[in-house]
């Protein structure tokens, strides 16, 4: 493991919050501080020695108490120049008010021996025990900034430290010098594995990652850990970048075993380079985003370029416009989508989705803003929205002749939110639709967030009576054991199975086995991203229950919906194809989406 860097002791706490401290200190650190700050130390001392001795001087002689100013000028340097500092200047000061400084200057009296080798033996005390408090007080300071500088866990240097070794590289770059880049490199799913294995596993996983990591590493490339399972290095050029990345990468994708547990992770890297004027904070921000970004996309390296990160800020910038839109209640609308009986082509549901018009950007689509408005309390807000609206429309179809389930996409904000059971409950009652006509939609990735807290929210949504769906069935990690025991009504298997299913005969396979376990725990399966003939043939084959997808309508505005639905009931009856949709050109023209 790599020693620490020299550096300027004091810790950054203190710099930031106690501008008195940190002169404090920086006299304290004189030993080790640059020249000009000791010369004006020495000088100081020197001064007021001098004064001292003009003092007592001018004030009569050393038969005064004045002689104690001397004081001032050995604690001064004691704590500039410790033990050695104290007792040099304990002994000058002794000296001075020693035979050359008479008892009594008027009367020219001069000092016994006896009088002035006592006074210079407690100037030598005073100035050995401040010297020594200053040492000690320097050793503190020293294992604060060490502490302050080190993680905890891996002994490696930490944020603090790398952010101010970015700054120094940084303000230390030519402009001819290629540009400085950072690369973050991290283990995947870190937080799902603390869930799973707790606090210490993920510490001593840490702290093994950061050993293969060094083992990677030339001795001039220091290594940083820069928060519980990331770390960071600084290097000259993208290529070094790249290829010390890959290494990275593959070495935490490479089986681990703690304490005899073997876990199989992934590693994934974040690489930016300082474009002129950019700051440490802002570069390192960067590359911590690519690694979000190739952990997201489950790849191995990426590197940022700029239209990421605006495209990202101008999606959180959008949240100040999505409350008022939330608030207004214009701009936002609900498209349905028909989720049909595969056996007898009857529609038997629609999923509500979220439709954003942005008065200036024009129509935004729900994967730019949700994952946004998930991360904000707006989230909760949106939600409830859609349950209200589609609850009112289902009323309005109802009164139609229409039974259908509505089912409606929830967050995980929404599944960690203890009112969002009561608040569902009044919604439903509102409108007097019975819960069961109401299925929620949740991802099985959301329900691995915090899978316990998940678990008796779903219970608490159950209680009500509404159907839960488990969305996106397939995408997941989650291990069968565990999704057999959601309490869930209805499993989405993911568009990615309608695209595959076809060409590949395994995939056939395993949605035959998904759907037999389904039905045997008494669910439902619905097939999404329906897109061809072939596709819907497959799922009909392999006894899915419900289907949704483009061949069989693309989501529809409400009127268009309510259109559809009763060209549907029509087509039904007279034994037509219930599974032809509409010309999907006409579809195109009405809902560009
Ligand atoms: P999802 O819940 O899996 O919704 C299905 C998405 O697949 C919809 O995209 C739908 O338009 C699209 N889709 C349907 N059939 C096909 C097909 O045959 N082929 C293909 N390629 N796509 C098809 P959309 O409307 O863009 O929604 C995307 C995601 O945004 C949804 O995925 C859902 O996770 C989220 N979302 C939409 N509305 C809401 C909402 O009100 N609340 C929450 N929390 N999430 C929402
Ligand atoms: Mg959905
Ligand atoms: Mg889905």
Redesign the pocket.
């Known amino acids: 493991m790599k020693e620490e860097p020299a550096r300027s002791g004091t810790p950054p706490f203190l710099k930031r919050r106690n501008p008195l401290g940190d002169w404090f200190l920086q006299f304290v650190e004189t030993e080790r501080s640059r020249p000009a700050t000791r010369r004006w130390a020495a000088l100081t001392v020197l001064a007021a020695l001098a004064a001292t001795y003009a003092i007592v001087y001018a004030t009569g002689g050393t038969r005064y108490s004045y002689a104690h100013f001397a004081y001032v000028p050995i604690v001064i340097g004691a704590f500039s120049f410790g033990i050695r500092g104290g007792l040099l200047t304990g002994l000058a000061a002794g000296l001075l008010m020693g035979p050359p400084m008479p008892l009594e200057v008027e009367s020219g009296t001069a000092q016994s021996m006896h009088n002035w080798l006592v006074r210079a033996s407690f100037f030598l005390l005073i100035g050995a025990l401040s010297g020594i408090a200053a040492d000690l007080l320097r050793r503190q300071v020293k294992a604060l900034s060490r502490q302050a500088y080190r993680d905890r866990m891996t002994r490696l240097p930490n944020r603090a430290a790398y952010l101010e070794r970015i700054e120094a590289v940084l303000a230390a770059r030519r402009p001819s010098d290629p540009p400085v880049v950072a690369l973050t490199v991290g283990i995947g799913n870190f937080e799902e594995l603390i869930l799973s294995f707790g606090y210490p596993y993920a510490d001593q996983l840490y702290r093994v990652a950061s050993d293969r990591l060094l083992q990677l590493l030339s001795p001039e490339t220091e290594l940083f850990a820069i928060r519980a399972g990331l770390f960071a290095t600084i290097h000259r050029s993208a290529e070094e970048a790249r290829s010390i990345g890959a290494k990275f990468a593959r070495a935490l994708g490479e089986r681990f075993e703690i304490g005899g547990i073997p876990t199989l992770s992934s590693g994934h890297v974040g690489i930016a380079m300082a474009q002129e004027g950019i700051d440490a904070l802002t570069l390192t921000r960067e590359s911590i985003a690519c690694f979000h970004r190739a952990e997201k996309a489950n790849e191995a390296i990426v590197v940022h370029d700029g239209r990421f990160d605006r495209l990202r800020q101008s999606t959180l910038r959008l949240l100040p416009d999505l409350q008022e839109a939330i608030r207004s209640g214009n701009c936002l609308s609900l ?1 349905y ?1 028909p989720i049909l009986d595969l056996k007898t082509g009857h529609c038997k549901g629609a ?4 439709r954003w018009e942005h008065p200036e950007l024009g129509p935004i ?3 730019d803003f ?1 994952p946004a408005a998930e991360k904000t309390a707006l ?1 909760g807000e ?2 409830r929205l ?1 349950i209200d609206r589609s609850l009112r429309q289902m009323k309005q179809w109802q009164a139609e002749g229409f039974e259908l389930d509505f089912y ?4 995980v904000r929404d599944l960690e939110d203890e009112r969002f059971a009561a608040s569902t409950a009044k919604l439903l009652s509102n409108h007097a639709v019975p819960a069961p006509r109401l299925v929620l ?1 949740v ?1 099985e990735n959301a329900l691995m967030r915090d899978p316990a807290a998940a678990m008796r929210s779903l219970a608490r949504l159950r209680q009500l009576g509404v159907g839960v769906a488990l ?2 069935f397939g995408t997941g990690q989650s291990s069968l054991s565990y999704l057999a025991k959601l309490p869930v009504d209805v499993i ?1 298997l993911d ?1 990615s199975f ?1 695209h595959e299913v076809e060409a590949d005969p395994q995939v056939g396979v395993v949605v035959r086995l998904a759907v037999d376990a389904a039905h045997q725990l008494g669910q439902k399966v619905v097939a ?4 061809t003939r072939s596709a819907l043939q497959k799922f009909q084959d392999l006894s899915c229950d419900f289907g ?4 069989l309508s ?2 529809l505005a409400a009127d268009t919906f309510r259109g559809w639905l009763f060209d549907h009931r029509l087509s039904v009856l007279r034994g037509k194809d219930a599974f032809a949709g509409q010309d999907p050109q006409g579809l195109r023209r009405m809902q560009p ?1």
């Open positions: 498209h989508q999923e509500a989705l979220l689509p729900p994967g949700i989230m949106l939600t859609v409606v996409n929830i967050s939609e991802t969305d996106d989405k568009a309608a999404e991203g329906i897109e949704q997808g483009y061949l693309r989501p989406h």
